[in-house]
């Protein structure tokens, strides 16, 4: 039995010792990257579906590695945050896509992705509001999207940290939403400007009859409390049709555009006011 166990333990070592290594050369490799420009911010339009336009762009993290090509921030957001390197990818983030929209016409608006870890640092506000200072965006343009976590997982300290970045006048999403165990509980307990239904449900739109359900009963959530519905993942016709008839507000996914290049946004923009 000792011998078994033994062959057990050596069968996966290598591939444990590999993921490790992997994990480090991530580590290593991403603190270069956020120093030397390779992280480079995408941006995704968001369209308000009564009046058929752009709202704003959600800004999405890509790193682009000089030998490996491109690594994908579901891969390298995790060893971010569980390296505390999300505090300066988080700061090159909020100041990139904060500049970013200043560029932009009139009231478009900057969704920014904040990882729970963020909160943790306990100077994210002094960084937003430094930020909308140097970058002189009114802080109404700038959207931040955080998940039910921050939220359920609220110490005194995070309850502060929400309180003063509200007093900025900021607002808030709530990402997705629907895929956590308390996203009704954290909807009751922290006043959100937005939903933003998960793509998970918007793929089974079509499939089956639960997820056309539940759509229609976030849509009805959205206009109770007078906050907006966002369903991302749209990529079909059909999708947005039922999410129109739903009554949604507004619509993400690769059907009305793939996340964009920084340069590519004012071609974008000069493109739908031609429509
Ligand atoms: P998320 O915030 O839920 O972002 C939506 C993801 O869905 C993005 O993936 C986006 O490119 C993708 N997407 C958009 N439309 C469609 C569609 O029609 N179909 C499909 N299949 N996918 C679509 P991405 O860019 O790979 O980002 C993955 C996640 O990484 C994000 O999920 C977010 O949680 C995180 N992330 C990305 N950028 C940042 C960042 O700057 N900071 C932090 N903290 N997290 C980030
Ligand atoms: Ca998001
Ligand atoms: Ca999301
Ligand atoms: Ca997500």
Redesign the pocket.
């Known amino acids: 039995a000792k011998a078994e166990g033994g062959r057990r333990v050596r069968a996966f070592e290598p591939e444990m010792e590999e993921r490790q290594h992997q994990r480090r050369w991530l580590e290593r490799e991403l603190r270069l990257a956020i120093d030397s420009g390779q992280i480079e911010?995408?941006y995704?339009p968001l369209f308000e579906l009564a009046t058929n336009t752009v709202t704003g762009f959600?800004?999405?993290?890509?790193w682009h590695h000089p030998e490996r090509g491109m690594i994908?921030?579901?891969e390298f957001?995790p060893v971010a945050e569980a390296t505390g390197l999300?505090d300066a990818?988080?700061v090159y983030?909020l100041k990139t896509a904060c500049a970013a929209a200043m560029q932009w016409p009139g009231t478009l608006r900057v969704a920014?992705?904040?990882?729970p870890a963020?909160f943790r640092e306990g100077n994210l506000d002094q960084l937003v509001e430094e930020v909308l200072r140097t970058t002189q965006l009114p802080s109404q343009r700038l959207e931040l999207?955080i998940t039910e976590s921050v939220i359920l997982n609220q110490d005194q300290a995070t309850h502060d940290m929400l309180t003063r970045l509200r007093r900025l006048g900021v607002r808030f999403s709530m990402?997705?939403f629907g895929t956590g165990y308390s996203s009704l509980s954290s909807l009751n307990s922290f006043r959100f400007d937005k939903i933003?239904l998960?793509?998970s449900f918007v793929r089974n739109l079509m499939e089956r009859d639960e997820a056309a359900a539940i759509v229609h009963v976030v849509a009805e959530l959205g206009r109770s409390l007078k906050i907006t519905t966002t369903a991302?993942?749209?990529?079909t016709a059909e999708q947005l049709a039922r999410l129109r008839a739903s009554g949604f507000s507004e619509v993400?996914?690769?059907?009305l555009s793939?996340?964009i290049p920084a340069a590519g946004v004012a071609a974008f923009i000069l493109a739908q006011n031609n429509l």
């Open positions: 911010l995408h995704q959600e800004a999405l993290a890509r994908s921030p579901g957001i999300i990818l988080g983030v920014v992705n904040i990882s963020q999207e990402d997705d933003k998960d793509q991302e993942g749209v990529e993400q996914g690769y059907l793939r996340p």
